[in-house]
DNA sequence: AAGACGAAAGTGGTTGA
DNA sequence: TCAACAACTTTCGTCTT
């Protein structure tokens, strides 16, 4: 495959220990060759600096040393409307009042903001572990919450419900992505809920995500099924037959990476049940029935799963 | 008895006038 | 803003193992 601007860093994978270490420079990715792994990454770029290092000595109360993170509430980057100092350069008692009037609000509102910051982060710290999502989604979701929260998007909608969709948002994007249905059920909230805030901030913001790929489904779905590697790897072999002949275009993805796995499971004599695959994709049985159909028909695997359903006929296990 | 299959009706979201 | 539309779900009856 093409890969434009790819440069070279001089970083270790801390899983394979490989030097084979990349950066993306267009989308913003350091990856590692060898196992795969997204090492670091800035999906969005709003050329602001993330990683805050405050040096103000007065704030040490805050965090001793640690760099401030996505995940605490206050960056230390407050905003603050002057201090009195200022107030005595000010000549009239109107701007005097106008003063004292802008500072108010900008307090209060200040407050506000961080108050419900605090208390969304905790909530999206407990929900990103319960999902055991990697720290990079976690921070990247605090991101767009932040953003939406400054955005003023929160209105009107429950915090919970936006830092739900905020974490959906990010795990989108960094192509590990979660049902709405573990969503729904790690956060409390409905996944209709979840849909609607994960649409209207992402339009909001301008955050732009890629179709997930059902290929992105597969390693998951095959671990809570107990299925063999070989097994994962001949669902994906045929997710990409399938998307050759433009079968994927337009369907669920977990749908088609559901019948996937289990025309996978049927071929390599490993069988699941409709109702076991539907169960961990979050489909119905008549959802993968409809994806299994085509794929048999369009791919000709008919008779390849025929052959291996005699095969291992007199092969019973326990 | 359990799993697979298919038909029919319902739901929520997208699209285009 | 409304109606048509496609994908998916729910429900239920029938067939197969």
Request: aromatic share 6%; glycine share 8%; net charge positive.
């Amino acid at each position: 495959m093409p890969t434009p601007l790819l440069r070279k860093s001089i970083r270790e994978c801390p899983e394979c220990a490989s030097k084979n270490i990349y950066r993306d420079v267009e989308r913003g990715e350091t990856i590692c060759r060898d196992c795969g792994l997204v090492i670091e990454d800035r999906m969005i770029d709003f050329s602001q600096e993330w990683r805050e290092f405050d040096d103000d000595g007065g704030e040490s109360k805050r965090r001793t040393g640690a760099p401030a993170s996505q995940t605490q509430f206050d960056q230390g980057l407050g905003t603050e409307v002057g201090t009195t100092a200022d107030f005595y350069k000010l000549g009239s008692d109107r701007d005097r009042d106008k003063f004292f009037r802008l500072r108010k609000w900008n307090i209060r509102i200040s407050t506000a903001i961080e108050r419900n910051l605090k208390v969304a982060l905790a909530e999206l710290k407990r929900v990103s572990s319960f999902l055991k999502l990697p720290k990079s989604v976690e921070e990247e979701a605090a991101r767009v919450y932040r953003l939406a929260v400054q955005k003023g998007l929160v209105r009107g909608r429950s915090m919970e419900s936006v830092v739900a969709g905020a974490l959906y948002a990010a795990c989108r994007r960094h192509e590990i992505p979660r049902t709405l249905d573990e969503m729904g059920e790690a956060s409390g909230i409905e996944k209709k809920e979840i849909g609607r805030t994960y649409r209207f901030v992402t339009r909001e913001l301008d955050i732009s995500i890629k179709p997930s790929n059902p290929a992105d489904y597969i390693p998951r779905f095959a671990s809570a099924l107990k299925l063999a590697p070989e097994t994962q790897s001949k669902a994906v072999e045929i997710l990409e037959m399938a998307r050759d002949i433009e079968l994927t275009s337009g369907r669920g993805p977990t749908g088609i990476a559901a019948a996937a796995l289990y025309v996978a499971s049927l071929l390599r004599g490993e069988k699941r049940t409709q109702r076991e695959v539907a169960d961990v994709a979050g489909v119905t049985e008549v959802t993968i029935r409809n994806r299994y159909k085509e794929l048999i028909k369009r791919l000709k695997l008919g008779k390849k799963v025929e052959k291996s359903k005699e095969g291992k006929g007199s092969k019973k296990k326990k």
